[in-house]
């Protein structure tokens, strides 16, 4: 029996004095013992790439996304996305040159008669009005438009402006043709309306808008200059710029109508993106508030992370703020027929989609690079290449995103997810366990304690020493 037991005494200690070998060194080794042996050889590639694979906890597509664990690359990949956010501008600044902006008759003045598509032989066709006004007048209108659905169908003529006997002539002669319907049912006249703006008052209207968008540019600049750094600043004006630039070339080249309800709505995305900006700006700024004394991360790990923490948050606002948009869409064009809200709805919803697109794709990645400029960024990404990669030749100033990519898959094949307050915490335990030579006498950090051999292991009884 007591041979039994010093056997077994033996075999846990030597189980317990493996001295040279850390906490994450154990987990791996718990991970290999469920790949094969040829694979398993402590100097093989194959085998660490096993154990790593083994040791690292399979998610997924949602449950990344939801926790924001930094699987998905987007600072990584920043030269992919730069190259479609430059498409997407190129292609909205050409349609700008080459076929402009539709601006509204409170732009550009003129005159806009209206009245019911039901009419006395039926339903208006856009073709028969045409026919009639050009017939009238001699002259074909800029825009005939059915806006509406069923018996709220309406039938809109715009044209340059008219003399108020072209414009009495005009009404009557769509009455004679079709017959417009009044609310009771009957035929009228009256169904028949018209409005008139004349060219001065489109210029004072443009003039103001103008006035409008360049106030609030100013404010938003101000405001994003005091509260962020220089570069932080840099990239959210020019998100900005990027989104004002991509939502006016959307209308140039689909052909919307520029109306002063265009204006407002442009504003109110602008801001709309700003907001969803700084709440990407903000978990950069909180994760990288002290990033140069650590080495565990470099700084566009701690931004691309950051933008996973903060994906689900810009996709749910974004959710939350186009299902009112199409709300207001549906009311606008199939149910009311109100040309107003229909363009108060369309540059909300581009808008909406462009700002949500700029935040995540656009205006980190850019801070990212002009950060990487800096000398502080360059010497502490050279520091965390160098303790993951002692014999790595990469060059963080040549490759940023070659650089990027490495060390994110090195931290998500050893890292869980953390918090940056716990960086100095990983920072010593990855220190300790990165020496391989023990100090003498001493036990490694993170190695298991080791038991004297010339002591008995208390069993827990009274007087068990006396029999």
């Not at 008759?105 to 209206?114: L, P």
């Not at 009256?190 to 001065?200: H, L, N, P, Q, R």
């Not at 502080?376 to 990669?389: D, G, P």
């Amino acid at each position: 029996m007591a041979s039994k037991a010093n056997t077994g005494k033996e075999a846990n200690i030597g189980k317990e004095a493996n001295t040279g070998k850390d906490a994450d060194t154990t987990d791996v080794e718990t991970a290999e013992e469920t790949t094969s042996p040829a694979d398993s050889k402590p100097g093989s590639k194959s085998g660490l790439k096993t154990e790593r694979a083994a040791a690292v906890p399979h998610h997924s597509f949602f449950s990344r996304l939801y926790t924001g664990t930094g699987a998905f690359e987007v600072v990584g990949r920043r030269r992919l996305w730069y190259g479609i956010s430059g498409a997407i501008v190129a292609v909205a600044i050409l349609s700008i040159i080459l076929r402009g902006f539709t601006f509204g008759i409170d732009f550009k003045g003129g005159t806009t008669v209206s009245m019911p598509a039901a009419g006395a032989g039926g339903t208006v066709g856009v073709v028969q009005v045409e026919d009639v006004f050009k017939k009238t007048l001699g002259s074909d209108p800029e825009s005939v438009v059915i806006v509406g659905n069923g018996a709220s169908a309406t039938v809109q003529i715009r044209s340059e402006a008219l003399t108020n006997d072209q414009t009495t002539k005009l009404r009557n002669a769509l009455f004679d043709a079709f017959q417009p319907k009044g609310t009771d049912g009957k035929p009228s006249k009256k169904a028949i309306s018209d409005s008139a703006v004349s060219e001065t008052w489109g210029d004072q209207i443009t003039k103001k808008a103008l006035i409008a968008l360049a106030v609030f540019l100013a404010l938003v600049s101000l405001y994003i200059t005091v509260r962020y750094e220089r570069y932080m600043a840099i990239s959210a004006l020019t998100t900005m710029v990027f989104d004002l630039a991509v939502t006016a070339g959307v209308y140039s080249l689909v052909g919307f109508e520029v109306t002063p309800a265009t204006v407002i709505g442009l504003l109110t995305i602008l801001g709309f993106s700003l907001y969803d900006t700084v709440i990407v700006f903000d978990k950069v700024e909180e994760n990288t508030h002290g990033f140069q004394h650590t080495t565990r991360r470099t700084f566009a790990e701690q931004a691309n992370l950051a933008i996973n923490q903060t994906f689900m948050r810009s996709i749910n606002t974004s959710l939350i703020g186009v299902l009112p948009v199409l709300a207001l869409m549906v009311v606008a064009v199939w149910l009311l027929g109100v040309g107003t809200l229909k363009d108060l709805a369309l540059v909300q919803l581009v808008g909406i989609l462009v700002g949500t697109y700029s935040s995540i794709f656009f205006a980190t990645p850019l801070l990212v690079t002009l950060r990487e400029r800096t000398e502080l960024v360059r010497t502490h990404t050279r520091r965390v290449v160098r303790r993951r990669n002692p014999g790595s030749s990469a060059d963080p100033e040549k490759d940023p995103d070659k650089v990027s990519e490495k060390t994110a898959k090195a931290v998500k094949a050893d890292e869980p997810t953390e918090s940056p307050g716990d960086d100095a915490a990983g920072e010593t335990t990855r220190t300790a366990s990165a020496s391989t030579k023990p100090v003498p006498n001493k036990p490694t950090p993170g190695a298991r304690p080791v038991r004297p051999t010339g002591t008995r292991r208390p069993t827990g009884k009274r007087n068990a020493g006396k029999r």
